[in-house]
């Protein structure tokens, strides 16, 4: 299954559907990276509104995602984890430490767009 | 002599209960007031519901089924409980009407022990479950009561405040069971959601103590509230609650912590970019 990734500006919106299999995150994660280098971005937001469900290889491709893009200098933010899918996760351990979140759309380009005056 | 049927000596003992239905009754309702029960209903009440209670008793014993005498006697308790009737009064009377008929019934039989026990093996099974049906009735309905008040109070007791754009306030007073601690947690995430809040200040003043289970619940909602975008600061630990954070080993310098209460949310809107002074400043 792609994952949808628009462009908007320097930022790259990649935004997950309900069912993702472990083969689709991990042609993601490459792919994700391949796309920051392309159009030189300097931030990637993960949407996860329609997951209803993390496991532990999704939680860890994330946070492998978010370290890869940092490595090209970009920063990355996880947005739209459900209040039930942030609950179950944190029962499970997963805290997806070490990469940012926001509530949603809006919080996490206004995140990205006040990191970028910060390097700026 | 003839042997008849149970079902036909039934019969014959609910026509004789109806046929007496008044002087049994009355009878009833001064047994009731003689052995001091449902004090806290008037005269008339009881003799409203003895009326009632005593037609479907009947009922039930004719018809064999007891379904409807179950309806009634949640019905009767639902309307009872509030008025502070306890279940042994309810028992009682129950019982002292199982005794007012079955003297009754010795009374009509007297001259005929064979018949008499005959009859009393037709009345008392159906005397005892009814019995029990009325008391299991009311005790389930007590019960229903209980856990509608527990839930009324969990409800209550949590509220999720918010008093400045972004910023939710979650005051937590008195005890936290496992159970309080999950729905406290769903609450706030929720409520983050909805208020969009970026900082959200818990407050455990008002706690005493928590054992280990309910401070890692702390510590998941913390991490849950962040998942959201959110920052929790939290406020009011007792040197009680201190300790049982770093005895389960919790990373006190991941968890943002204030002294108290109003430290916190000027912390609070120190991240929200808020500054709040007195109004003479401001000129």
Known sequence: ?120 | MRSEAPSELLRELVAHLRQNRTQLREEWVSRISETRLLTAMTKEEIFAEATSVYDSYVEALETETFEALQAYARNLSERIIPRGVETHEVVGIVLLLRDVLARSLFAKYQTDFKKLNRILDAYEPAANRIANTVAVGFVQERERVIRQQQEAIRELSTPVLQVRERLLILPIIGVIDPQRARQLTEQLLRGIRTNRAKVVVIDITGVAAMDATVANHLVQTVEASRLLGATVIVTGLSPEIAQTLVTIGVDLGKMNTVGDLQGGIEQAERLLGYKVGPLAEAQ
């Not at chain 1, 920051?36 to 469900?53: C, E, H, L, N």
């Not at chain 1, 070490?98 to 700026?120: C, M, P, R, S």
Request: proline share 2%; no cysteine.
């Open chain 1, 1 to 120: 299954m792609e994952v949808p990734i628009l462009k908007q500006g320097q930022v790259l919106i990649a935004t997950f559907q309900a069912a993702l299999s472990d083969a689709d995150l991990k042609h993601l994660r490459i792919g994700l990276v391949e796309q920051v280098v392309k159009f030189r971005s300097r931030g990637v937001i993960v949407d996860v509104t329609a997951m209803d469900v993390m496991d532990s290889f999704a939680s860890r491709t994330l946070r492998e995602i978010a370290q890869m893009i940092r490595l090209r200098g970009a920063e990355t933010v996880i947005v739209g984890i459900q209040p039930e899918v942030a609950f179950a996760m944190v029962q499970l351990g997963l805290k997806l430490e070490g990469v940012a979140t926001a509530l949603d759309l809006e919080e996490g380009l206004e995140y990205l767009h006040e990191k970028f005056k910060e390097t700026n």
